[in-house]
């Protein structure tokens, strides 16, 4: 065969749902001399992830640990490891990522049902009463920010009646996790997870999950084991707890990264990176509107990393997503499901965080629509 | 919380079971600017991966492509895809890998039997035809290159003898594959997995997989969907496809050291990397010899890449392994399961395939034992 190019990625400026911008340090990061994944000191270097993990998840939780696959994967791990043939879930569903957890939490063989909202709305607490009213649910599992539709569900009301009826509340924080609180222990969720490639700021690849004691304890009294080897926690939490038992050769470069994300993040605090990331969603919001782009989620309910724009009347969708690539090197997101073609998704997360992002979109979109 | 200090990994020289040294343009590949998943440039990326796999397998399949978690995750995306509960499925089991298959498989729900051989010997061919003329499997799986006792099985009989059979035949090449002759097609491998942190001399995190059509064809008439989500190729060879439709966030940096180390690989050639894994291979056991370290497996069958070498007498194995870490940065791999504490794993691969490596490990044992 002739030998393809060497590589030659060209420089974006990643406003899309995700990947969001990687910082040099992290990049570099990347590059750092390969250990092996029971080297003494890579141990060392897992433990103080998941120490920074605990920070950033806001949770005191032993288990707290980085799936060696992307935001899925993670989704995925805390529904085969809660789940067995025949138990009941209820899980919201107003978008893309709601939609994925009914087909994963079908495929270990559970009763699911749901409570739904319109995409673009968030779900209402009110249903949940009901729906717990009628049942008791081994979990009820809900999306923070849905990537798919710009929604940021409120936690609060859904966590005291998903306790009240007895049920594990899991939570989606693929998108929010860094951007906008998740309090994990302060909100009462017993499972979260989510990805690098967001608001932590690393490229994806892994998926920070945590397990309050709990959640850990469905887990030991399973009657069957996990359907899933590779994502199994009770073989995976041996490697990252005391025993190192070897399970899989755990992702090294991307372990590194995760780690200087981490510590980037920390660097800057939690609640200055919410702060900062609901001060440039703001600033974005001011400036598509002298476009006359307009947010298409209501105020109350923005998920300030990932924004929602109604397309005005008359805009080609894909041109204009195709010129911001071609001629400004700027990515943002198309609408999925059905709200392909009526929105534009724009991701402003982790470094892609910052006021200068803004205005090079708005200048772009000013010659573009 | 106070902050963990900044990554600082030692320099090893990755001896081991894997990890396997990985060079810097590899290293430099992952610093690229992170693109978007659904990029124009991401896309033929992608494509440029796929063609280079194809060669490395030594394969015309259409599907080729790197999954997005580690050599096991590899592993359990074959047995997923293939397997539906009650399937029969025959596996050779004389090692570490050949048990998780067990495992792998039995979560699927499948019935699985088993033909045995003695830890660092070969599984025998007339095994094989015994348990075949018995019953019909679905799949029948071995491993390649047994990383935990450093076998190389033969394939070409046990191969002729699944097809007689109508079964499917899946191979393990996590740690043969660009190491020693993986022909796919030739040797009539029907489902093949491996990892990239061997002899493709990339960091771990993605596992290359290629099923061919007759194994597409079982995939595609299943009666139930795949029990994972995130592995479920009917849902990922539309993103590796000409449908490009958006399952999960690729790795990107990931794939871009998979790009780089399969150009390096292809720019050296498949026989040639071959013929030095071989050459290296020589070079250690000679070098052995002189220390009076012999190796533990008979000639006919060791695997040139993963070299188990039998722990001379009073000499104490952790303590030797501990002291190449600390005195020399160095990494060699222990035994495992019933090989605890009787062999050592020199891991000569991809890139850490060299004689100076050779001579390096040499030295320091000199002085160790």
Known sequence: MSLPPKLNPP????????????????LQALSLPV???LDP????????????????????NRLALPMSGTGSAGMETCFVNLLEPGDAVLIGVNGVFGTRMVDVAQRCGAQVDTVE???????????????LAKKKYKVTAIVHAETSTGVLQPLDDIARLVHENGSLFLVDAVTSLGGAPVRVDEVGIDVCYSGTQKCLGCPPGLSPVTFNERAVEVIRNRKQKVQSWYLDLSMIEKYWGSERVYHHTAPISMNYALHAALRILLEEGMEASWQRHRQVHETLVREMRKLEVEPAVAESIRAPMINTMTIPDGTDDARVRQRLYDEFNIEIGAGLGPLKGKIWRVGLMGYGSRVENVELLAKALKQLI
Chains 1, 2 share one sequence.
């Open 41 to 60: 000191e890579f141990l060392k270097i897992m433990d103080q992830s998941m120490a920074m993990l605990r920070e950033v998840f806001q949770t005191k």
């Open 35 to 37: 250990v092996g994944h």
């Open 117 to 131: 909202a319109e995409w673009g709305t968030a779900l209402d607490p009110q249903q949940f009463r009901t729906a």
């Open 11 to 26: 420089n974006r400026t990643l406003l899309g749902p995700g990947p969001s911008p990687v910082s040099q340090r992290v």
